[in-house]
């Protein structure tokens, strides 16, 4: 029972929840864990912004900040006595979610386990949800864990392409 757990992870709050409910888990059934960062067209695109102006290479910015990630969240699940490994998804093609279950599918996961914000509204008309789509896409099971109704505050504001801030 769950002994391929597939954890895509993003950096946020909400992220490291999921993180840690699937080192838990893993725990409990003995399983192990594929982590696994997506850098899709939409990060790479915020990226260019983010860094205008700067004359380097945003794709290796992006990379490098992943695999700290990655590397992190490995050494959260060692500590804890679980085997995982680590995977850099970067060809930039297809969404999040697409790229996400066709991981999950050529790992021949069992389960998905996902830290959601739970945007509602025009956060969430606005960002996305990677999480809906791979929960009504994906072939194995997948857990959501949602975040704290302190981090869905914080996660209430996001920034605009335009640079300002906006509230829900």
């Known amino acids: 029972m769950y002994q391929r757990i597939l954890v895509p992870i993003d950096g946020s709050s909400t992220s490291a ?28 695109a915020l990226a260019m912004d ?5 004359a380097g290479n945003w794709l290796e910015e992006l990379r490098g900040n992943a695999r700290k990630l990655l590397e992190d969240a ?51 008309w606005v960002m996305g949800s990677s999480a809906e789509h791979i929960l009504r896409m994906s072939p194995v099971p997948v857990l959501l864990v949602r975040a704290p109704e302190s981090a869905k505050t914080e996660h209430e504001r996001f920034t605009l ?8």
């Open 74 to 124: 490995r050494s959260k699940a060692s500590a804890e006595g679980v085997e995982a490994d680590i995977v850099l998804l970067d060809s930039l093609k297809g969404t999040v979610h697409d790229q996400v279950i066709a991981a999950a599918q050529a790992w021949k996961a069992d389960l998905i386990v996902i830290g959601t914000h739970g945007r509602r509204g025009i956060g969430r």
């Open 17 to 44: 929840r999921g993180l840690a409910e699937a080192i838990q888990l893993a725990k409990l059934t003995g399983g192990c864990l594929r982590v696994a960062h997506v850098i899709d067209e939409l990060s790479f």
């Open 161 to 168: 392409p335009s640079g300002e801030l906006a509230s829900q």
């Open 50 to 54: 983010a860094y205008a102006g700067y």
